[in-house]
Every structure is written in structure tokens, then in C-alpha cells.
């Protein structure tokens, strides 16, 4: 006879992909065991995102705001897309698709 979960997991916190994984290792391993491999995935997957930015990222954004406070830049609603070329960055204006 299979027993309950001892263990507590709030699941109305987790996203649709997280649910599907969590469903998935209980169905395979059991109700216990998956519980317990899905906590500590979710444990090793959390540590990444404790605040880590981009620097290439901070380092654009920090370079465009000083650029429209001094009213030299204005950024469409739309905005850009910026890709990297043969020592150069090309940017074009996103579709409004």
C-alpha cells in the first residue's frame, strides 16, 4: 500500500513546467521519492537566480540611460533589436507583428 507524502510542497507556487516535472517523477519513482528528487532539483535550480545580472546587459542599459537623460536618445515603444556583425552591432527596429 502506498503511504501519503510527509513532506509539504506548495504547489500553487510553481510554474506549469515545474508542476508537469513534479507529476512526472512522482508517477515514475513514487510519491515520496519524487517529492523528495523534486525539492532538491528545485533547491539547485533556485541558487542561480539569487540576483546574478548580466554585466554585457548593465553595462548597455547604463550607457542608453545616461544617452536619453541627456536627450540624445529617444527608444521607440516598439524599441530595437541589436545583433552583433563582423565588428560591428547592427540595429533595427522591431516589427510590430
Avoid: C, H
Avoid at 506549469?16 to 517523477?25: D, E, V
Avoid at 510519491?31 to 525539492?39: H, R
Amino acid at each position: 500500500m502506498a503511504r501519503k507524502s510527509s513532506q509539504k510542497l506548495d504547489q500553487e507556487s510553481l510554474t506549469k513546467g515545474q508542476l508537469r516535472k513534479l507529476t512526472a517523477l512522482r508517477k515514475s519513482v513514487g510519491e515520496d521519492i519524487g517529492t523528495k528528487a523534486f525539492t532538491q532539483w528545485l533547491k539547485t535550480q533556485n541558487k542561480g537566480a539569487n540576483g546574478e545580472t548580466d554585466k554585457t546587459a548593465e553595462t548597455i542599459a547604463g550607457e542608453l540611460v545616461a544617452l536619453i537623460k541627456k536627450k540624445n536618445l529617444s527608444i521607440p515603444r516598439g524599441g530595437y533589436i541589436l545583433k552583433r556583425g563582423r565588428g560591428r552591432v547592427i540595429v533595427t527596429r522591431a516589427s510590430a507583428d
